[in-house]
């Protein structure tokens, strides 16, 4: 009879006490105990089945603390729409008073604010990790940043300063700023970043790279030699994670891809072919503990690991 009241006339556990005249912590038990008993069974039938199996599996063969998996678009050019509306959908679900957090540029993570609510939260701040690139306009860390705080209702940290400088002692100055050091250090303490993963074949990270100079002309030929995988905030490493050619990076302003390793949580948004190495790369190497990504990817991802284990 309880059993029916709560799961068929949804009642509540303390409208049910008030009937049948016992406390409701004894409700509580003789619920536990219809399900104990097999009186109440709960399955879970739902499309949403087999990507929470893969959400476990990549926690697993990645080392993550979490794992999100969304299905493939039937359309490719969908996909980061796809990715972008269950990265909203975490961090939403997420949301808490006086909370930091910290974004990096991309795609898919500018489909992640498209998709995001209008809201108040209170005591929010957001921060852009790395300094901006103009040439990707609304893509770009600092734009990301603004724009989550007009939807969600928080107080922009922005980090307004180029994401490459000619010079270290460029660099060094614009890090005595109060301003500037006040907000790197804000990102550094984030509870949480949401985070891009770039690949070497991507056309229009070499295109923005090369028109801002922000490496030599000869980098890329330089990364294949090197056999790196991946890319994060300007950073690039193999696939065992391993930071390679770390000198590259010593003019970007903004946090180290070292830092992520000791910050509180460090989610990648990230799908398609040709992101499976960098983000088991990225994983790998301990710069992320949580993935956002689709059915498919995570297909490969799991694959690709095994192979490398084996061999």
């Known amino acids: 009879?309880?059993?029916?009241?709560?799961?068929?006339?949804?009642?509540?556990?303390?409208?049910?006490?008030?009937?049948?005249?016992?406390?409701?912590?004894?409700?509580?038990?003789?619920?536990?105990?219809?399900?104990?008993?097999?009186?109440?069974?709960?399955?879970?039938?739902?499309?949403?089945?087999?990507?929470?199996?893969?959400?476990?599996?990549?926690?697993?063969?990645?080392?993550?603390?979490?794992?999100?998996?969304?299905?493939?678009?039937?359309?490719?050019?969908?996909?980061?729409?796809?990715?972008?509306?269950?990265?909203?959908?975490?961090?939403?679900?997420?949301?808490?008073?006086?909370?930091?957090?910290?974004?990096?540029?991309?795609?898919?993570?500018?489909?992640?604010?498209?998709?995001?609510?209008?809201?108040?939260?209170?005591?929010?701040?957001?921060?852009?990790?790395v300094g901006g690139i103009s040439s990707l306009g609304d893509q770009s860390a600092q734009e990301l940043a603004y724009q989550i705080c007009e939807r969600l209702g928080g107080r922009p940290m922005m980090l307004n300063v180029p994401f490459h400088v000619s010079t270290k002692h460029i660099k060094e100055t614009l890090l005595e700023d109060e301003r500037v050091a006040a907000t790197i250090e804000a990102a550094r303490c984030a509870d949480l970043i949401l985070i891009s993963v770039g690949d070497l074949k991507n056309p229009m990270l070499r295109k923005v790279y090369r028109r801002e100079e922000v490496y030599p002309r000869d980098i890329y030929e330089r990364l294949l030699d090197h056999e790196v995988v991946g890319e994060m905030i300007g950073c690039f490493y193999d696939i065992r994670g391993k930071q390679v050619l770390p000198e590259l990076s010593e003019h970007i302003v903004g946090i180290d891809i070292q830092d992520l390793k000791s910050m509180p949580s460090v989610m990648a948004v990230a799908g398609g072919s040709e992101k499976a190495l960098p983000i088991i790369g990225a994983a790998r190497g301990g710069y992320i503990d949580g993935l956002i990504t689709d059915d498919a990817t995570a297909k490969q991802i799991s694959t690709t690991v095994k192979d490398i284990v084996d061999t």
Do not use: W
């Open 1 to 129: 009879k309880v059993a029916c009241m709560y799961y068929e006339e949804e009642m509540t556990q303390q409208e049910i006490a008030d009937v049948i005249g016992v406390s409701r912590i004894q409700v509580v038990r003789m619920l536990q105990r219809a399900r104990d008993t097999g009186i109440v069974r709960i399955t879970i039938d739902s499309k949403f089945r087999e990507n929470v199996d893969l959400g476990r599996h990549l926690q697993k063969a990645l080392d993550l603390r979490k794992a999100f998996v969304v299905h493939s678009p039937v359309h490719p050019e969908y996909l980061f729409d796809s990715i972008g509306r269950g990265a909203s959908d975490y961090l939403v679900a997420r949301l808490k008073p006086n909370m930091i957090l910290g974004v990096s540029a991309g795609r898919t993570l500018r489909a992640m604010v498209n998709s995001l609510p209008r809201c108040e939260t209170e005591g929010l701040r957001v921060c852009n990790i």
